[in-house]
């Protein structure tokens, strides 16, 4: 998953985006609202996650332009404000989470995957796709020929298939979303991880079918 990270205090952008690169996600940092629309400009992200003070205004300026302009990227507001109203006021603008600092990293980990799972239609960890499993938190694909442990870009890979069946991906849209604008990387490498994956996959009727010309969609029978 590709998150953008809106937060000018730099010790703390570190230590997110350190901690959610662990799970293979890729996280772009702006830190201000200006450099934040600069990025939204150029890519397109899972998930957003929005300090309130920002150098150049309050970050609730930032979430009701977004909502005002029906951008649906889903966003967890960062916050040092614990009163209820100030909490009140977020969601009403249509932050789908928020947390207060200091921030518990395996809190925010958790409250990421369940906003992720809300808004790809499900409420578990766990997603049924024909005769697999894909437990995402656990990331394990469960077959007849038993259980594979992905490893961190296949976990991301699978994830962006099995969150929309039958859609196709190009292979640049599967670059942005499996790696950094500093990463020196090729499209080969997605045929790669689709590689891996197929292997994986032998057990079960579930299939990544390439369409020559435009990229890969997951099948399912």
């Known amino acids: 998953m590709r ?6 205090h730099a010790p703390l952008a570190r230590a997110v985006i350190d901690r959610l690169s662990l799970d293979g996600h890729v996280v772009d940092h702006a830190d201000s609202m200006t450099e934040a629309w600069d990025f939204m400009a150029t890519t397109s992200y899972d998930l957003i996650l929005l300090d309130i003070m920002l150098p150049d205004g309050d970050g609730r300026a930032f979430l009701r332009r977004c909502r005002e302009t029906a951008e649906a990227t889903p966003v967890i507001v960062l916050t040092a404000r614990s009163e209820v109203s100030d909490r009140v006021s977020i969601l009403d603008l249509g932050a789908d989470d928020y947390m207060v600092k200091p921030i518990d990293f395996s809190e925010l980990e958790a409250r990421c995957r369940a906003v992720l799972r809300r808004r790809g239609g499900s409420a578990a960890n766990r997603l049924a796709l024909a005769d697999l499993v894909f437990d995402a938190l656990a990331g394990t694909l469960e077959t007849a020929g038993g259980v594979v442990q992905l490893r961190t870009r296949e976990l991301r890979l699978f994830e962006t298939f099995a969150n929309a069946p039958g859609q196709i991906f190009s292979k640049p849209a599967l670059v942005d979303r499996l790696f950094s604008f500093d990463e020196d990387v090729t499209e080969n ?18 299939r990544i079918t390439t369409v020559r010309g435009l990229g890969y969609k997951l099948d399912l029978p």
């Open 189 to 206: 490498a997605i045929e790669v991880y689709v590689a891996r994956l197929r292997r994986h996959l032998e057990h079960s009727s579930v």
């Open 3 to 8: 998150f953008l990270l809106i937060e000018d």
